[in-house]
Structures are given as structure tokens and as C-alpha cells.
């Protein structure tokens, strides 16, 4: 194991992020917020179409307070993507709601809009309509939007858009993160862009955000001593981050081509090997590929998903499964899920049989080939 670390997604620093935070040291504006976190709002929210954006400590922190806002709280009921991070579902906890967990479909591998319709008339029967929907846009290709806000419109069900891992991707021509009554990005370190840690919440309601914004402040009321009418948080991103995210957004372009060049390669190269199948982008919208996947069907390849992991970990190579959907997680046992069909459960197939190469935008050509050797002295002659 003397090769360098190859990652998953790494950051990958465009050069300006040194400016802009010695700027920031100049004026000494250290301190929380500054025209940094003023500039990264406007950039984020012109760049999304959206009448505005709140710039968060976190992706998570940005979902607890579009909850909030759509007036989610005890015993209340929210449809979730079932495949995702726990990050999106976690804050329905938070708030002391119940999550239903819909199924993913194959040929997007996000929310299947069948599931999602039998879910709603069941609850519209039952008299238990869910107060929000949260929708995922899997390792950045959105979901299809205009089936699910068509549906969630008909119910009168809130949107939440999770575009956490979808920034910069487009659905019919639109932004990923602009369709909800709120959306939420996150800046994590593995994400397309970062601040090494941080989020926003977008929306076109300029209320709802100016009330997120109040209570991500520790909901102070605007008098000269500290008037508190109900609980706060302290969920702001600082001034100093703010910086790094400016000179991130800047590059979003770029970084989202070089990750679907990434992808490419990736099928170009292994595509036509018996049993791989790559993640399908539909013809609706371009995803952002924030991580390349695929699913290997061990029957026909001979070889499992983990076994592939473990040949390119002994390389020095991090590769992940799929994400564990919500209705197997031990802390999420017991909520109602809905699936694609009676006997087909698609998010636990692909948690199964997924695969996550690494996809960082500054992965190397030699890197990537790299990566692509492992898998066919694995794939083609069973090494
Ligand atoms: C990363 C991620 C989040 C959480 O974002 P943080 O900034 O890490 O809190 C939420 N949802 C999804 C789908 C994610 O991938």
C-alpha cells in the first residue's frame, strides 16, 4: 500500500479561497456573519433562480429549519425518500414527526412517483395526510420534479427539496434546489462545492426565510436587551466560510463538467463488462454525477460489490455501497415504508448490489485509471 490515497470526493480548492478569506482577516470581519455570508446569500440565490438564500452551519441544520417552517412538529407525518443519508431525515426526528419512508424506481433511482401516489391516497383515506415531503436528488440527478410537485400540489403537501448533493444540476432546464417551497444544499467537505462545512436554505418566499433567518439567530427579538419569545438555534454560517464558499460557487461549472467527465470515463471504460450496470441519467435534466455509481450483479460478474471494495481498498482506494436505505437503519424500524411493488423493494436492491467509485472533481486521469485497472484485473480475470 504505497500509493497515494486515492478518495471518494475530496475538496477541491479553486485558488481564490486564500483571497477572499485574507479579506476577510483585513477588515476583521472574523467575527459570525460579514459581507462575505451578505455576497455568498445573493451569489447562491441568483445562481438558483430563487428569490433568496440563507447561508447555514450545515445541510442538516438547513433541513430542521424548513421543517420548522412548514410547520412540521409533534406527531406529524413526513414522506421521505427512503434511499439517502440519514442527514435528510434525521431533523423529521428533531421536531418529534413521524417519517413514511417511498420506495426509490429503478430508472432514477429516486422517489418512484407510483409509490409516492399510492402512499398519499392511503394517508388521504386514512384521514393522515403528511404536513411535508421531503424529495432527494440521488448523487445529484433530480428527481422528477414535475410528477412529484404535481402530486404534493393535488394533496397539498409541502416540498422540501434535499439538493445536497444535486448543486448545479438542472431539471428541464431549471436549477436542482429551486423547485420546493424550500431547498436545502449542503457544503460539506465531500460535496460538488465547499466550505469545509456549511449549508443554506433557498427559497422564493421571502417571509419563510426571513423567520429561518430569526431563528437560525437564536430567535432574538429586536430590542436593545436580549428578548427571547421561543426557542432559537445557532445554526449561522461564519464570515470566514462564507469566503470559501464565494470563491467555490465561482467555479460550480467547471466542477460539475469535471464530474461527469469523471463519469464517463467510467463507463467508457467498464460499461460493456457483463453485469455492471451504470446509474442511468434521465432525459429530463443533467445530473451533477457528485459520485459515480453503478451496481454489480454478482451472478453475472463473478464477484460481489464488497469484494470489489475490499481489491480496491488494498490499493488504497475508497469505494462505498449505496447508502443503507432509511426502513433498514436500525433507528428507523417500525415507520411505515412504501415500495416500488408488492415483492420489489428497489432501494434495498441497490443498496445490495450499488456501488460509489471515487469521483472527486480533481481526480487524475492516472488516478482514475488507477481505479479502473483494479476493477478488471478483478472484473475480466477474476484476480
Ligand atoms: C450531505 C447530505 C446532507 C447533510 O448535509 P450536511 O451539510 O453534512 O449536514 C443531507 N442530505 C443529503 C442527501 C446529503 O448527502
Redesign the pocket.
Known amino acids: 500500500m504505497s500509493s497515494r490515497r486515492i478518495y471518494l470526493s475530496p475538496p477541491h480548492m479553486s485558488g481564490k479561497e486564500q483571497q477572499y478569506i485574507e479579506e476577510a482577516f483585513l477588515s476583521n470581519w472574523i467575527a459570525p456573519l460579514g459581507p462575505h455570508v451578505d455576497g455568498f446569500e445573493k451569489e447562491l440565490a441568483s445562481y438558483l433562480g430563487t428569490t433568496g438564500a440563507l447561508a447555514l452551519n ?6 430542521h429549519l424548513a421543517l420548522l417552517l412548514a410547520g412540521v412538529g409533534k406527531s406529524d407525518r413526513v414522506f421521505c425518500s427512503a434511499l ?2 440519514a ?2 431525515v434525521n431533523p423529521v426526528l428533531y421536531v418529534e414527526a413521524e417519517p413514511v419512508f417511498i420506495d426509490a424506481e429503478p430508472g432514477s433511482w429516486n422517489i418512484c412517483p407510483q409509490a409516492l401516489e399510492r402512499a398519499l391516497l392511503k394517508a388521504k383515506e386514512e384521514g393522515n395526510l403528511p404536513k411535508a415531503l421531503i424529495v ?3 448523487y445529484g440527478q433530480s428527481a422528477d420534479m414535475e410528477q412529484v410537485l404535481g402530486l404534493c400540489e393535488k394533496y397539498r403537501v409541502s416540498v422540501i427539496e ?1 439538493a ?2 444535486s448543486l448545479g444540476a438542472t431539471y428541464r432546464d431549471k436549477k436542482s434546489g429551486s423547485f420546493g417551497k424550500f431547498g ?1 444544499l ?3 467537505g ?2 460538488i462545492i465547499t466550505t469545509s ?3 443554506a436554505l433557498v427559497s422564493s418566499d421571502p417571509e419563510a426565510l426571513e423567520r429561518a433567518r430569526y431563528l437560525a439567530t437564536q430567535a432574538r427579538q429586536k430590542t436593545r436587551h436580549y428578548e427571547h419569545t421561543e426557542v432559537g438555534y445557532n445554526y449561522r454560517l461564519s464570515n470566514i466560510l462564507a469566503a470559501i464558499g464565494r470563491a467555490q460557487l465561482e467555479v460550480i461549472e467547471d466542477r460539475v463538467e469535471k464530474r461527469r467527465k469523471v463519469y464517463q470515463r467510467y463507463q467508457e471504460a467498464l460499461g460493456d463488462l457483463e453485469g455492471l450496470s451504470f446509474m442511468p441519467e434521465k432525459e429530463y435534466g443533467r445530473s451533477s454525477r457528485w459520485l459515480s455509481a453503478l451496481t454489480v450483479d454478482e451472478k453475472r460478474c463473478k464477484v460481489s460489490r464488497d469484494q470489489l471494495i475490499e481489491a480496491l481498498e488494498r490499493d488504497n482506494i475508497e469505494a462505498r455501497p449505496v447508502w443503507k436505505p432509511m426502513q433498514l437503519q436500525p433507528l428507523y424500524k417500525g415507520f411505515e415504508y412504501y415500495s416500488f411493488g408488492e415483492d420489489i423493494s428497489v432501494s434495498e436492491e441497490l443498496f445490495e448490489q450499488g456501488l460509489c467509485l471515487p469521483s472527486g472533481s480533481n481526480l487524475s486521469k492516472e488516478e482514475q485509471d488507477r481505479v479502473i485497472n483494479i476493477l478488471k484485473d478483478k472484473l475480466v480475470q477474476g484476480k
Do not use: P, R, Y
Request: proline share 0%.
Open positions: 450545515s445541510g442538516t441544520a438547513a433541513m439517502t443519508f442527514a435528510s432527494v436528488n440521488l434535499d445536497a448533493e436545502i449542503s457544503f460539506n465531500n460535496k462545512g456549511g449549508g
